[in-house]
């Protein structure tokens, strides 16, 4: 590694840097002007992607290490933290794929494992700590193996749920510091090409790294963007914070950062307020109106009103489920697609209920 000279360019660290989604999340932020710095095991990899990054414009260094190793691990981040002075985004993508299943796996094997998928990560984030600067992200590669797990390779799953867990206290413990960790996982099967290609993956932990702050979450799942992901289920109601409190309380949820009652005698004047589940994840909204008549179920003459949030990663899928939704017969109400922030499309589905696709600023 070259003597340092600090970056004025943002920095990413992939940690596990190999041919697939590593080289693809170190292409994806090369493209947006960050400097890549990369870790792996093997030499022919690294220089490759080295060169290729070069070729491209990237300023990127390598170094050959075993992250499974706490020293080597440590020494090689605080040299790529002093080469640069600044990590901005600290990317973490190994993990150790052993087809044994729980009567062939041995405790040594297991142990070893998780030291590479899970251990590793706290030597890299412990190392990285001082060149972590408020702003500064942690994006982790996760897996759907977190939930469901083959049994085949069971020490995958073990890998991936403790890796997730360890994300959350990583998170919890850094906030505070302006530095927030997150977990993609992946909801699929990686692949050369399509939804599950490493590409596609790297735009989701690219959109991890990035999001909004003030409704940040722990964990995103990729899909594949096949379809839109229900965000969130909105009530509309005349007093939107005392029905948000009536919810508070019932369901022991909690607002989102930003959205909990002003200090006594402050005015409160939300029309918006959105409560998150014990895990972070957004599952309820509520959107103030001026009047409001009561449903009168079971009785049919006034119907129950609510309406569905649905969202996508970009632009691109945005149009591709608008067609998807035309075409399965809802009716466009509203196009504000326009807005910069947060592209939109309102429907009525076939009966008449309203719902929203919409890229999510900082879901």
């Known amino acids: 590694m070259t003597a340092a000279t600090h970056s004025s360019s943002p920095v990413l660290l992939v940690v596990g840097a190999g041919p697939g989604v590593g080289a693809s999340v170190a292409r994806r932020f090369g493209r947006e002007g960050y400097a890549v710095a990369l870790l792996g095991r093997s030499a022919v990899t690294l220089a490759a992607l080295s060169e290729e990054l070069g070729d491209a414009g990237v300023e990127a260094v390598a170094s050959v290490v075993d992250v499974a190793d706490p020293v080597a691990a440590t020494e090689a981040v605080a040299a790529i933290g002093e080469r640069f002075g600044r990590i901005d985004v600290l990317h973490f993508n190994p993990s ?61 799953g073990v890998q991936k749920a403790g890796v997730r867990n360890l994300v959350r206290s990583l998170d919890a413990t850094l906030r505070e510091h302006g530095v927030r960790a997150v977990c993609v996982t992946v909801d699929g099967v990686l692949a050369d090409d399509g939804p599950f290609s490493p590409d596609r993956v790297a735009d989701s932990v690219h959109a991890a790294a990035h999001q909004d702050e003030a409704g940040w979450r722990t964990e995103l799942v990729h899909r594949g963007d096949t379809h839109p992901r229900l965000l969130q289920t909105v009530l509309d109601g005349t007093d939107v914070r005392a029905l ?111 719902f929203c696709i919409f890229v999510a600023a900082g879901a």
Not at 263 to 280: F, I, N, T
Not at 305 to 323: A, C, K, S
């Open 96 to 156: 150790a794929f052993r087809e044994k299943d729980p009567l062939q796996l041995e405790v040594a094997d297991l142990l070893a494992d998780v030291a590479v998928g899970v251990g590793a990560l706290l030597t890299a984030v412990q190392a990285a700590r001082p060149w972590l600067r408020p702003g500064a992200r942690v994006a982790v590669t996760g897996s759907a193996a977190a939930d469901r797990p083959w049994h085949g390779a069971a020490s995958l």
């Open 244 to 354: 948000a409190e009536f919810y508070r309380e019932l369901l022991g949820w909690a607002y989102r950062p930003g959205d909990e009652p002003p200090a006594p005698g402050e005015p409160d004047d939300a029309d918006w307020l959105v409560l998150h589940d014990p895990r972070g994840e957004r599952r309820l909204a509520f959107q103030e109106v001026t009047e409001q008549t009561p449903t009168t179920w079971p009785d049919q003459t006034v119907p129950q009103q609510l309406h569905l949030d649905l969202t996508v990663p970009d632009r691109e899928t945005l149009e591709l489920q608008h067609d998807r939704a035309l075409a399965l017969g809802a009716r466009l109400l509203l196009d504000r697609t326009d807005d910069p922030d947060e592209p939109l499309y309102v429907y009525a589905d076939p009966a008449g209920h309203p």
